[in-house]
């Protein structure tokens, strides 16, 4: 007989929504759902919102006028704000990983820094579209 025992092998359990909350990822990973959310949020309001206001805006000055109307509404105006951030964060996160599939910044701390750059550089974007949207500047 040997005295080697074969190891149990590892039970992977489904996870629960008690476990997702208290699970904590890295800066890097929440980056990565980020961007994943970012791009479904464009992908799904390109068709349904973009292009349609965009349309109607060029189509004549009274439908240009009545646009321009619609979107002084603060709510609106949030959406628009939500649609920016969308597109800065898809866009500063991908530029990080278009870095990442060029091998520059693998390594872990290297990583957690240029995540941590794209989600600095994506929110003061957003807060200066949003001071401009808001009128503030």
């Not at 992908?43 to 240009?64: R, T």
């Not at 800065?88 to 820094?113: E, N, P, T, W």
Request: charged content about 10%; aromatic content about 10%.
């Amino acid at each position: 007989m040997s005295d080697t025992a074969a190891k149990p092998r590892p039970q992977f359990r489904n996870i629960g929504i008690a476990q997702i909350a208290k699970y904590r990822l890295p800066l890097a990973g929440k980056l990565s759902i980020l961007h994943r959310v970012s791009g479904a949020l464009l992908f799904v309001c390109l068709p349904l919102v973009i292009l349609p206001l965009f349309a109607a805006s060029v189509a004549s000055p009274e439908s240009y006028a009545q646009i321009a109307e619609y979107a002084g509404n603060p709510l609106v105006k949030l959406v628009f704000l939500v649609l920016v951030w969308g597109y800065l964060h898809h866009f500063c996160a991908g530029i990080r990983y278009l870095m990442l599939d060029l091998h520059i910044g693998l390594d872990k701390v290297s990583a957690q820094k240029s995540a941590g750059v794209a989600f600095g550089v994506s929110l003061a974007l957003t807060l200066v579209f949003a001071l401009k949207l808001f009128g503030v500047l």
